[in-house]
């Protein structure tokens, strides 16, 4: 049974949990969030107790457009979703990136059913197939030279020169990790190079990062996406 008090005049019971749910609008579909492939990724978390979490985590449930239950498999808590890089996360906060179709990594501040609201205020569509799964391009990362320009690897990744990609969770060489586009160039197969980039002076390439292609269509994002 839903919770519920009385109005100001002490006479009708009010329903706070309709209430809750009218003020937050329309939520975002459940399918959306969740454990499993496709669904949204939580970039980075941080519980009441302990460091930055950036392994895989997720929305377990919404509890308004910007306060959701949170889990990374061990500590489950409700925390808010912020305008904040990781790094930078308060006690009890987390936050999801999303890749622009300039290819700019920018942080969501609110999320509704068909749009997110992003840093700035703007809402933008977002995408997903029927099934779930993310329209993102987003390729696993195997290797990144110091070298000029930086070469990265990342078997089958399917990128075109002048596509825009976003990297993140970069392992070692975290200069990478930045919220500014990268422009693919040179790309073979497994690898590609990114513009301009001289990672000569970068630390060593340890291990893990995911490329991201940016949304097709002005407006448009894609948002961080579970690989499993």
Not at 17 to 39: F, L, S, T, V
Not at 41 to 53: D, H, L, M, R, S
Not at 137 to 144: R, Y
Request: with cysteine.
């Amino acid at each position: 049974m839903g919770q519920f008090r009385l109005d100001l005049w002490g006479i009708n019971p009010v329903d706070l949990e309709r209430q809750r749910r009218k003020k937050m609008g329309r939520p975002i579909n459940k399918k959306h969030i969740g454990d499993g492939a496709g669904k949204i990724q939580v970039t980075a978390v941080k519980f009441a107790a302990g460091n930055e979490i950036t392994t895989e985590s997720h929305i377990v449930s919404q509890r308004s457009n910007n306060k959701f239950i949170v889990t990374d498999g061990n500590k489950t808590e409700t925390c808010t979703l912020v305008n904040k890089s990781i790094g930078g996360l308060g006690a009890s906060e987390f936050c999801i990136n999303v890749t622009d179709s300039d290819g700019v990594t920018k942080q969501v501040t609110k999320l509704y059913n068909r749009k997110m609201q992003l840093e700035g205020n703007t809402r933008h569509v977002w995408t997903r197939d029927a099934d779930g799964s993310s329209d993102a391009v987003e390729k696993v990362i195997s290797g990144a030279t110091q070298a000029d320009p930086c070469v990265i690897t990342a078997t089958g990744h399917g990128f075109s020169n002048g596509d825009k990609v976003s990297i993140r969770g970069v392992v070692g060489m975290t200069q990478l990790n930045t919220e500014t586009a990268y422009v693919v160039a040179n790309k073979a197969t497994n690898t590609f190079e990114l513009t301009g980039i001289d990672s000569t002076g970068f630390g060593a390439y340890g291990s893990a990062g995911v490329a991201t292609k940016a949304a097709t269509g002005a407006g448009n994002i894609v948002v961080d996406a579970q690989a499993t």
